[in-house]
C-alpha cells in the first residue's frame, strides 16, 4: 500500500516551513470578497425588528402600515403573538425593501405589543438560598448543554443521576445528534428515567449542579500546612465579530436556494436550513470567500439566517441580504459564559498542592452553563467543587475560541499563583514542583516552561510580589499553561491531475483566516513535488466535497490529512500510468521539484508536464477522506500543551495596567506552516490582551439592554496596546512525529490568566475579576487597605 | 437613518434662518463625526440638516496681539498644526493631538467639538439625556454609572461633558461667539455649557437656531500651562478624568490659577477650591497633591465610579507638576 505517513524532516520541501500565506496580496488589495461585499442583480436589504425587552411576550404584531409603504417588497414573521422572548434584541419580524432606508422604515411602521416580564441580566454570587437543586433534564437543557460544550462524560452523568422530564421522539433525537449529541450521550437519554411531574415545575434563575468531589478533600485541607483562599472571575465577553453575521439568499427556482453566508461552517450550513426552510439540504448551495472573524459564533444559519431565506421567497425569490448592524452583532449574535469561583486551594510547606475547593457560578445566557474544567491542566489529589448556573436574560451563550478554558486558566491558574505567593516561592519553582500533577503532559510542560523563562527572562524580572516598583510604576510577571484537543475533523478532498498537468482541488472547508488555502497547497505541493502556484484550490462550497466545521482547532488537521491521502494517491495513480514510459515499475518513482523520476536516477525522467501527458485523455480525479483507517496511518492527534508569560506595568495611582511583553510558547504536534502557525499565536496573544485589559459585556439590570453594542464602549485593544509578543512554536523531535494538531484555541487560553498573576505580582494584590480595569485595580488597592 | 432635508446655505444669515427655533425639527451639520452616529443610532432624526461648511466666515485661525481667532469649521488637525498654536498655546495644541484619530482630527471641526453630544451610554441608547424608566426611576442611580459624573451630579442630569479640548479652552479663558436671529452673542466658554434640568433642554447655552461661529482665546504668552488625560486604551478611546490648568507666577509662587477638570461633571468644571488652595504656593508634590484634593473635597460617587474621584485627583495633580515644570512644551 502507498505510504500516506507525513514525510520526515529531509523528504519535505514545504511542510515545516514557513510560508506566507497565499490569499495575502486579495487581502490587502481589497480585492477578497466577503459575504459583506456580495451584491447581487436586484438585491432587496433585509432588516429586523428585534424586541426592545430582556423578557416578555409577544401579544400582537401590526405589520399593516409597513406592508402598504412603497419599497417595501415582502414581512416574514419570525415570532408570531405568544412567543416568548428570553432576550433584548431577539428577532421578531423580518423585512425586505429595495434599500436600507426603506426597510428601516418599514421595520419602525411595525407595532409590536408585548407584555413585559421580569428579567434578570445580572451573574452576581448567587443570593443565599436561592439556588435549586438541579432537577431532572428537559430536551432543551440538555441541547444548551450541547451548545454549552458540555463534555459528553459529563452530561451522561447528569442524564443518569437526574433523570429527564420527557421521553423525546426520534426527530428530537436526531436534532441533538445533529447538534453535537454523542452517541453515548443518545444511549444515555434512552436509558434515562422519565419525570414528566419536574417538567412543569417553574425553574428557579440559580441552578445547583450536585457537588463533585474527588480523594478526600476534608481530611487533606485539614493536613494542608499552607491554605489560600481567593476570588477569581471572568465576564460574559462577545465575539465582536469585525465581519458581522449575516447572509445573502436567493431562490433560483421554486426549490431551490443559493445563500452567500458569512460561515466557519459552509458544508454544514444546507442542512440546517432543509428542515425550516423544508426543501431538501441537496438543493441549498451555500458559498462564501473569505470570512472577517467567527471565533465560534457563526457554525449555524442562525434565525436570521433562515429568515433572510423566507424573506427572499416571499419576495419573488429575489436577492435578499441581512447582515446585522454592529449593535445586534454584539447584542444577540454570540457571548462567552462568564465564570466566577471561590477557591480554596491547600498545599505542603515544600509546595506540593493537595487539595481543591471551589464554589463557582456564571451564566450563558438563558441557558444557564456548566462549570469550566476546573482545577485545570493540574489533577489535584482532592477535590470538592460546587457549581450554580445562573439562567438570565442576557442572551445567549456560544462556543467562545476555546470554550471554557479561558475561565478555568484564570480560575485555576490565579488560584495556584496566589498560593505559591503565600508559600514564598516563585511561581515558575512552583508549577515545576508540581508538574507531574499535568499528566500526561508533564515533560511538554516542563521542555516549555524552560524556554519560555528565557524567551521573557524571568529569572531577572521575577521579584516577590509588590516589590518591583519604582515611583508609581510597578512591574511584574505572571504564567500560566493550557491545553486543548485538536483532532482533526472529518474532511473530504478531491484532487484532480488534468493530462495538461494542471492540478485542482476542491473541498467544502473553509479559510478563517488561519491559512487554511496555504497550509491545503503546502500539503499538496509537497506531496506532489511540484510548486504551490501550480496547483488551483476551490474551498468554500458546498458543491465540493464535505468537510467539518472549523470549531475546537479541528480544520488543521482534518483538511491536511484528507488532502495527504489525495494527493499520495493521484501521485500513485500518474505513477502507474508513467512507469511504461520511463521502464521502470511505480513503485520506484518520485515526483519532486516538476520532475518525475526514477529514484536517485536522474536520467531517466520526465517534466511533470510530460508525466501527466500519458494519463491520456481523461483527467485522474481521486478523493483523500480523514478519518480514513483504510489508509493509514493516523495523520492527526490530539492534545497539547502550552505554557504562556506575561510582563506588565502597574501606574498605581491610575490602576492602569499595560502589558509590555507576552511569551507564548505552544506545541500542535506537526507544524504544517511555521509562519502561519505563528501568526496564529500573535492573533490570540492580542484578543487575550484585549479581554484581559478591555472586554466585558455590560447590562443595564433596569432596562434589561446591553449598554456597549458598539465599538466605544465595546473596547478592543489597538494597534498601541500590544506589546512585544515573542512566539515560539515547538517543533522537531517528538512533536513532529504526533501528525497535525490544531491551535486555532490553545493559544487564546492563557493571556487572562497570566496578565492577571502579572499585576498581582507587580502590585500586591489580587485583582479578582477580568477585565483589569482602573476602577477594578484600584478597588483590589482599596480592599487591601494599600 | 431617517430620511431628512439637507441644505448648504453660504452665509451665517442664511444658516440661521433655515434653522427652526425648537430642537427636535433641525441639526447644524459641521464634519458630522458626531452628529451623523447619532442619526444611525436613531438618537436624533432632525427633519433638516443645515451644512454650514460652505460658509466661508466661519473658516481660519488668526493670531495677533488681541490674542487667536478660530473659525468654528477650523478642523482638529488644522488647528493642532497651527504655528502660532503650538508656540503660544501648547497645552491647546497637545489636547488636540491627543483627541481622537487622525482621520477624525481631519473631519471634525472644532465648533462640532464644543456642541458634541454626551457620550453617555443611556443617551447613546436612546434613552434620553436624563434617562428614566417609565415608573419614573432613574437610570443611571440604579443603573451601571463607572463612567459617570462625579460633581455637580445631585440633579437629573450625570453624564460627563465630552469634549477633551473645552477644559483647556476655558483654562485659556476662551470666549465663544454666536450667532442667531437676534444679533451676535459672546461669552465665556465656561458659561456655555449648562446642566440640563429637563429632557427638552440641552447641555449648551445654544438656541436651537444659532450657531457657533468662532472661538476666541487671549494672548497666554505669560502663563504656565499643562493638559493632562487619563485613559485606559493607548488611543481610541474616552477618557476616564481629564484636567487643565493654567497658572500664572510671580517669581516661583501662583499669582492666579486656573484648574478645570473633564469627564467628572456634565460641564467642564471649574475648581475654585484648587484655584484657592494654590494662591501664592510654589508648586511642589505637595502643593499640587493638596490642590488636587482640594478640587475634589466636594465629589460625591455614585455606586460604580468612585474610582474616578481617585483618578481626577491624579490628573490634577500631574497636571500642575507638569505646567510648573514648563507645561505641555
Ligand atoms: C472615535 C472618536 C474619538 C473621539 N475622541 C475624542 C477626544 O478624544 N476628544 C474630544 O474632544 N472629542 C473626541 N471625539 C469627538 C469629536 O471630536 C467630535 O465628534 C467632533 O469634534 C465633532 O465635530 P464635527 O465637526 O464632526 O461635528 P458634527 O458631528 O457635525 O456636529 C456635532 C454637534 O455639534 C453641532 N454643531 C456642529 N458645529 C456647530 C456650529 N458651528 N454651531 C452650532 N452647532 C454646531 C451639531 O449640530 C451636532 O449636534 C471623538 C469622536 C470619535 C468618533
Known sequence: MADYGWPDAEHRTLIGKRITRVDSPVKVSGQAKYTYDVKRPGMLFGKILRCPYAYAKVVSIDASAAEKMPGVKAIHIIQGPNSTIHWAGDEVVAVAAVDEPTAEDAVRAIKVKYQKLSHLVSDAEPPKGAAQAQGPLSMDDIDDMLDNQVPARQMVEQIQQYGITSKPDEGTLKGLQEDGATDEVIKAIRAATVHPEAGSRPKSNYQKAAAQTLGDGEKAFAQAEVISEGLYGVPVITHCCLESHGSTSEWTDNDHLLVHMSTQNVSGIAGQMAEPLKIPATNIRVHQDHIGGGFGSKFSPDRWGIATAEVSKKAGGKPVRIMLERDSELKVAGARPSAYARVRVGAKRDGTIVAWQSESWGTGGPGGGGMPPIPYVFSIPNQRKEHTAIRNNIGPARAWRAPNHPQAAVITMCALDDLAAKLNMDPLDFFLKNIELGKPRQAIYTEELGIASDLMGWKQKWHPRGQNKSGNLARGVGLSLHTWGGRGHASDCDLTIHPDGSVDIKMGSQDLGTGTRTCILMVAADTLGIPMDTISLQIGDTMYPPSGGSGGSTTIGGVSSSTRRAAVDAREGLFAKVAPALNAQPAELESINGTVRVKGDSSRSLSWKEACSKLGAMPLTVRGKNPDKSKPPDLTNSGVGGVQMAEVEVDTDTGIVKVKKMVAVQDCGLVIDVKTAESQCHGALIMGISYSLFEEKVMDPTTGRMLNPDMQYYRLAGLNDIPELVVHMMTGKGYDERGVIGLGEPPVISPGAAISNAVANAIGVRVPFLPLTPDRVLGAFQKAGA | ?329
Open chain 2, 1 to 329: 437613518m431617517r430620511s431628512f432635508e439637507y441644505v448648504s446655505p453660504t452665509t451665517k444669515a442664511q444658516a440661521v434662518s433655515l434653522l427652526a427655533g425648537n430642537w427636535g425639527q433641525t441639526e447644524v451639520f459641521a464634519g458630522g463625526t458626531d452628529l451623523l452616529a447619532l442619526m444611525k443610532d436613531d438618537v436624533l432624526a432632525p427633519k433638516r440638516l443645515v451644512n454650514i461648511k460652505q460658509i466661508k466666515d466661519l473658516q481660519g485661525v488668526t493670531y495677533n496681539a488681541q490674542g487667536l481667532r478660530v473659525g468654528a469649521l477650523t478642523n482638529l488637525g488644522e488647528l493642532a498644526d497651527d504655528a502660532n498654536v503650538k508656540k503660544n498655546y501648547p497645552a491647546l495644541a497637545e489636547a488636540l493631538i491627543e483627541a481622537a484619530s487622525p482621520q477624525i482630527r481631519n473631519m471634525a471641526t472644532l465648533g462640532g467639538n464644543l456642541c458634541q453630544r454626551p457620550r453617555c451610554w443611556y443617551f447613546r441608547n436612546g434613552f434620553g439625556l436624563l434617562p428614566k424608566d417609565e415608573t419614573g426611576k432613574e437610570l443611571i442611580i440604579e443603573g451601571d454609572n463607572r463612567y459617570h459624573a462625579i460633581l455637580a451630579n445631585d440633579g437629573p442630569a450625570k453624564f460627563v461633558s465630552p469634549s477633551t479640548i473645552a477644559p483647556v479652552l476655558i483654562a485659556y479663558a476662551a470666549k465663544i461667539r454666536l450667532e442667531g436671529p437676534k444679533g451676535k452673542r459672546e461669552l465665556p466658554l465656561e458659561k456655555f455649557y449648562v446642566v440640563p434640568k429637563t429632557e427638552t433642554e440641552r447641555e449648551h447655552d445654544l438656541q436651537p437656531n444659532e450657531i457657533v461661529t468662532e472661538v476666541v482665546v487671549p494672548p497666554a504668552t505669560d502663563a504656565k500651562a499643562a493638559h493632562y488625560e487619563i485613559r485606559q486604551k493607548e488611543a481610541f478611546d474616552w477618557p476616564l478624568a481629564v484636567a487643565a490648568v493654567a497658572l500664572r507666577m510671580n517669581g516661583s509662587n501662583v499669582q492666579s490659577a486656573r484648574v478645570v477638570m473633564g469627564y467628572v461633571a456634565p460641564v467642564p468644571w471649574i475648581s475654585m477650591e484648587a484655584e484657592q488652595a494654590l494662591s501664592s504656593q510654589n508648586i511642589s508634590e505637595d502643593t499640587a497633591q493638596r490642590a488636587a484634593a482640594a478640587a475634589l473635597r466636594n465629589a460625591k460617587a455614585l455606586s460604580h465610579n468612585s474610582y474616578k474621584v481617585q483618578l481626577a485627583r491624579v490628573a490634577v495633580k500631574r497636571a500642575l507638576l507638569k505646567a510648573a515644570s514648563g507645561g505641555a512644551a
